[in-house]
């Protein structure tokens, strides 16, 4: 071992970097043949402008003018070899691939700021680009169905979305001629290249607005999920000036937003996000009365419902310190968007679960209702217990505490919410709201408890009294409200009777631990 470090060198060095492939490699790789001549003469030319792509492929690079002049002689050498090529000699794939790295450098070339579109530079670069709209590749991909984003393919239709882009931004170009362009290629047959189209929609708007908003209701029923997923977002940054118009075509893309290939639900889950924060936050009228249609059409939209909570939750514990009164309203229309979820939600759900407690038979309608609704409180249970802040990592195994304004201000705010909740016995239902609750004793210990054992004994028919976190739980509440509120089990029988029913529940379940809590009640008020 001394040897060894004698021997070797006191720091370590790393060494690595990547390595330019070797152009028959790179084409042997996609299964272009190079064999011949005439096609080895077209390697050659390539093999430069594939280098000034590659040295400008970041997006925030672009070439200086000397650069994209000096690259000018061996772009004009390979289009006069590709227009002048025989069928004969030379291969398909790899023409189309010379005329893509064409479009590809001139994408390139027009990021640059002082291009003048009446230099030859300028000329070469647009027909390039306009080449490029018709260009071969991508020749295959993902179809509507199952094109999820992304991209990666030899260069050609996608690089002239980028460059046609970038020539816009350039007021010397004709803006009419390179919308031409771009509105051929939305409608291309692959949403790989529309989506490039969706992606930098925005770019237009400062130019052209009005064919910024043509193009983006045009794509707002394109085919594929993912491209209408990118309206949304395009549309979500328009809604802040231009609410009306973005918030009309959002709420008319989650009606048809079942019409999508792909995963159609995806659409429907941005717009519903969307359309909430903008009601919640802005109280816009489009957006409200989209949201409020949605819980109106309960139990049917129930799925949709559960969609507004990780909006929702937001809303509820907003603060702004610069504006408390706008983060007020915006707490208040969350927890009201909250109240009239459970409001409409746990009446069906009652009704389903009478039901099966008589033990008639759900019909396959009504089971799907049964489970949709399940899914849908079990989310508002645990969106809450985030939301009011109970989820408190450091205080693990100890009750959740209040610490700011806003958590108090919760507690009344959702008062009718506490005991539709406390209705369901679900599981999932049961531990966060009683977490949640357990954090409010200080404010209403009468009434809270209540609610907890409200809460606790409608368990009962998901055996949730069999689970170790409940005891655990319950166990721990019922230890608190001895030896800090004990008087409300001497001045409200109610919470007396609640109290023996929930130890005589976890003692019949087999819990150890509330038999001994049992012991030191019947002690106190023996």
């Known amino acids: ?89 030379t291969t398909d794939e790899l023409v189309h691939t010379g005329y893509g790295y064409l479009v590809e450098a001139a994408s390139k070339i027009a990021r640059i700021p002082e291009l003048d579109a009446a230099s030859e530079l300028g000329i070469l670069v647009q027909r390039f680009l306009d080449d490029g709209v018709t260009a071969h590749w991508p020749a295959e991909g993902a179809d509507d169905e199952h094109y999820d984003g992304g991209w990666s393919s030899l260069p050609g239709r996608i690089e002239a979305v980028e460059g046609l882009f970038s020539l816009f931004a350039n007021p010397s170009f004709d803006a009419q001629h390179i919308l031409a362009n771009l509105r051929i290629l ?176 759900p019909t396959q309608e009504e089971r799907a209702k049964f489970d949709d609704l399940e899914r849908l409180l079990v989310t508002c249970s645990t969106e809450l217990y985030f939301a009011s802040g109970a989820f408190q990592e450091l205080r693990h195994g100890l009750p959740s505490v209040l610490t700011t304004p806003e958590q108090r201000e919760l507690y009344p705010a959702l008062a009718p919410s506490w005991d539709l909740l406390a209705e369901i016995g679900s599981p999932n239902v049961v531990h966060h709201l009683v977490q949640t609750l357990e954090m409010f004793v200080p404010i209403d210990p009468t009434r809270v408890f209540l609610m907890i054992g409200k809460s606790v004994l409608a368990g009962r028919l998901w055996s949730y009294h069999f689970e170790d976190q409940a005891v655990e739980l319950v166990v721990r509440i019922i230890r608190t409200y001895i030896a800090e509120h004990r008087s409300i089990f001497e001045k409200t029988p109610d919470c007396l009777r609640v109290l023996r029913e929930l130890l005589d529940l976890f003692i019949t379940a087999g819990w150890p631990a509330a038999r001994i809590v049992a012991y030191r009640v019947d002690e106190i008020f023996r």
Do not use: H
């Open 1 to 89: 071992a001394s040897t060894l470090r004698t021997g070797a060198p006191m720091d370590p060095i790393a060494q690595g970097g990547a390595m330019a492939i070797d152009p028959e490699q790179f084409y042997a790789m996609r299964g272009i043949s190079t064999e011949g001549a005439a096609n080895q003469q077209l390697v050659d030319l390539l093999r430069p402008v594939r280098e000034f792509c590659g040295r400008f492929s970041r997006n925030e690079d672009a070439p200086d003018i000397d650069a994209a002049l000096a690259v000018v002689p061996t772009l004009n050498a390979l289009d006069s070899a590709l227009r002048a090529s025989d069928a004969s000699a």
């Open 186 to 361: 939305a409608q291309d047959r692959l949403p790989v290249v529309r989506f490039q189209v969706a992606w930098k929609l925005l770019l237009l708007c400062e130019r052209a607005p009005e064919a910024m908003w043509e193009l983006i209701e045009s794509m707002a029923a394109d085919p594929n999920y993912r491209i209408r997923v990118e309206v949304i977002a395009k549309l979500d940054r328009c809604a802040r000036a231009l609410p009306n118009r973005a918030l009309a075509l959002i709420a008319k893309m989650l009606d048809e937003a079942a019409t999508a290939r792909g995963k159609s639900e995806e659409v429907t889950t941005n717009c519903i996000a969307c359309l909430t924060c903008y009601y919640l936050w802005r109280d816009d009228p489009t957006a409200k009365a989209s949201v409020e249609r949605i819980v109106e059409g309960m139990p049917a939209t129930a799925q949709d419902a559960g969609r507004v909570f990780p909006t929702l939750r937001n809303a509820l514990q907003y603060v702004e310190p610069a504006n408390p009164e706008r983060a007020l309203r915006t707490r208040e229309r969350a927890a009201k968007l909250f109240n009239a979820i459970t409001g409409k939600a746990v009446p069906v759900m009652r009704e389903l679960i009478e039901k099966r407690l008589r033990r008639e038979e």
